[in-house]
């Protein structure tokens, strides 16, 4: 029971990360409707900004700040520089330049920083709390839940509360007529791949102090586990992201608690394609009620 | 604007907003020359609506009015007049696909008028509605303190409210005049009909 606790506490943990990824997809998604195959090189790219101001200065803070502030600029630059002049017209363009993308950043960062995997610090002791003699939450853990959170809260405070998240929602449902209604469509797609970068970028230095270290394919776990929460979730559901990112968390970590590590990569792509076989909509997606 | 199907009326409409370029011809608003841009037609003034219905349907009525009302404290509650005086305020909270289609086209209305525009442009409005609903409509765009332009295949209901009608017929303008000129116009009637009446 105690190591089911563990696990469970853990896998929530990992959940959050992956939910904030997921997020990420999601908003992109909804936005441009392309599955951003990029979204783990640019969370990368972000990391190691953070990591060389971090190592610079000697503040993880300051490393922070910046990899998701770089995180923003790059997502507003990809767009602006990149997939905005992509044919939409076949879903899979915009999927091979994201592909070309990765190859692209991937490249450019093993030359700059080598292919070796560089220790991350964490900015709080990840040695779990003991309650009634049960390890269940390090300080990490909490900053992780916490961090998240805020992320969760404040995207909801802006899609529903402000006039700049409802121009975004309806320049993503119908951007012909957002235009009418004098929404500029172009920019709030540029805000969208902007704050979705920020969120991913912010995932990724999360996951980062809990893995081998950072390293120009670090992110690429991170992408598959969290792409399987959105689609588990649906694709369109930022709720259903959310919830399937902790699902993917819980498996992840009973599978690996109770199976062992190397099995883990393999739940999630099980979970994948029976999620795609059996539910390819997700469970929360609303596609059938927007399209009618 | 009226005339037969494939006129060129729904897409001078677009040439207006800014959706599709004219091949010769310059457009003015207010005397001077007008660069039609679709996301700054607003605040010129201007707002149209859609054949069928183009509505947000992930977004509630209220906040699919909103979208087009900019800034300020009173936002809501002319998004809530504009319902009002559209007869569908009480859907506020719905979202637009669970209405029946004319309360769509209602809400429609309602999101044009919100943001209080000069000229309201409407395209083929009475699409698909009843003769009640017709009516209804009739008596809106009689009262609506702005200018009309009005796209319309439902003779009565142009008739019955505009002042003036221009007639398409393959791109070109063939008549220009009061329901009562048009009415008895022979190109109209052989645009309409393939000889002349």
Not at chain 1, 90 to 96: A, I
Not at chain 1, 166 to 176: G, Y
């Amino acid at each position: 029971m105690d190591r089911f606790l563990y696990l469970t506490f853990d896998g929530l943990s990992r959940g959050a990360i992956y939910a904030a990824f997921a997020l990420a997809l999601v908003l992109i998604w909804r936005a441009a409707r392309i599955v951003n195959f990029a979204q783990g090189a640019m969370a990368v790219a972000a990391a190691y900004a953070g990591y060389s101001v971090t190592n610079a200065t000697g503040s993880y803070w300051l490393g922070f700040i910046t990899a998701v502030a770089g995180g923003l600029l790059l997502g507003a630059a990809v767009e602006r520089v990149v997939m905005r002049f992509v044919d939409h017209s076949s879903p899979l363009n915009g999927v091979v330049v994201a592909l070309g993308l990765v190859l692209i950043i991937q490249g450019v960062l093993g030359m700059i920083y080598g292919n070796e995997f560089r220790p991350a610090q964490a900015p709080f002791s990840r040695d779990a709390f003991q309650i009634g003699g049960v390890a269940l939450l390090s300080r990490y853990d909490l900053f992780v839940f916490a961090a998240v959170g805020t992320v969760v809260a404040l995207l909801t405070l802006l899609f529903t509360r402000t006039p700049t998240g409802l121009r975004m929602r309806a320049a993503a449902f119908a951007p012909d007529v957002s235009r009418l209604l004098g929404v500029p469509v172009g920019g709030m797609l540029t805000l969208g791949w902007a704050l979705a970068a920020a969120v991913g970028s912010l995932a990724g230095m999360l996951v980062v102090p809990t893995e081998l270290g950072l390293h120009p394919n670090a992110m690429d776990l991170l992408f598959i586990s969290a792409f399987t929460a959105a689609v588990l979730g649906g694709l369109d559901s930022p709720v259903g992201a959310v919830v399937g990112g902790l699902v993917v968390g819980l498996l992840l970590a009973y599978v690996s608690g109770y199976l062992g590590a190397t099995v883990a990569p393999m739940a999630v792509l099980i979970l994948l394609v029976v999620v795609l076989l059996g539910r390819p909509d997700g469970l929360f997606s609303k596609a059938k009620a927007r399209t009618a | 604007m009226i005339g037969p199907n494939g006129a060129g009326k729904t897409t001078l409409f677009n040439v207006i907003c800014g959706f599709a370029v004219a091949q010769s011809g310059a457009i003015a608003l207010d005397g001077k020359p007008f660069r039609p841009r679709p996301h700054h037609l607003s605040r010129h003034g201007i707002a149209r609506t859609l054949q069928g219905v183009g509505q947000f349907n992930g977004m509630t009525v209220l906040e699919n009015v909103l979208v087009g009302i900019r800034g300020g404290r009173a936002t809501e509650e002319a998004a809530y007049e504009a319902l009002e005086r559209c007869g569908v305020s009480e859907f506020a909270g719905a979202y637009p696909a669970s209405l029946p289609y004319a309360k769509r086209k209602r809400v429609e209305l309602a999101r044009a008028l919100a943001s209080r525009p000069r000229i309201l442009m409407l395209d083929e409005p009475a699409g698909g509605l009843d003769s009640e609903e017709i009516d209804w409509l009739a008596e809106l765009i009689r009262t609506v303190e702005t200018t009309v332009l009005l796209v319309e295949h439902h003779m009565d209901l142009v008739m019955s409210v505009c002042d003036e009608i221009l007639v398409l017929d393959f791109g070109k303008p063939i008549a220009l005049g009061s329901p009562g000129e048009i009415r008895g116009n022979e190109k109209v009637a052989e645009a309409y009909l393939g000889t002349a009446a």
